[in-house]
Nanobody, 119 residues
Framework: QVQVVESGGGLVQPGGSLRLSCAAS?????MGWYRQAPGKQRELVGC???????IYADSVKGRFTISRDNAKNTVYLQMNALTPEDTAVYYC????????????????WGQGTQVTVSS
């Protein structure tokens, strides 16, 4: 069993930056970030392995960066150049399977943290 807990959400102005954190209760191979905006399906933001391989959704490439501190079992999502379209609840997930994390079918999810981009 793995617990994952997100933190760092909040209100930010368009063009601003925010960093989210996701702490896992133990080391686990793959972790990822998803988001769900009101009235929309949950979508992949990006994922990272313990060897620091990453993937990103096209909508965030060049603006968002995922990093990982294996010693702390923590993954970070640095979000820059935020727009109102980035407003969503951001979820962290984790699994020993890269396919499950990238496919959104992993067994371990956090409760989510709200990110609101508004002036």
């Amino acid at each position: 069993q793995v617990q994952v807990v997100e933190s760092g959400g909040g209100l930010v102005q368009p063009g601003g930056s925010l960093r989210l954190s996701c702490a896992a209760s133990r080391r686990i191979y793959a972790m990822g970030w998803y988001r769900q905006a009101p009235g929309k399906q949950r979508e992949l933001v990006g994922c990272i392995t313990s060897s620091l391989m990453t993937i990103y959704a096209d909508s965030v490439k060049g603006r968002f960066t995922i990093s990982r501190d294996n010693a702390k079992n923590t993954v970070y999502l640095q979000m820059n150049a935020l727009t109102p379209e980035d407003t969503a609840v951001y979820y962290c997930n984790a699994d020993s399977s890269w396919a499950k994390v990238t496919g959104g079918t992993s067994g371990y999810w956090g409760q989510g943290t709200q990110v609101t981009v508004s002036s």
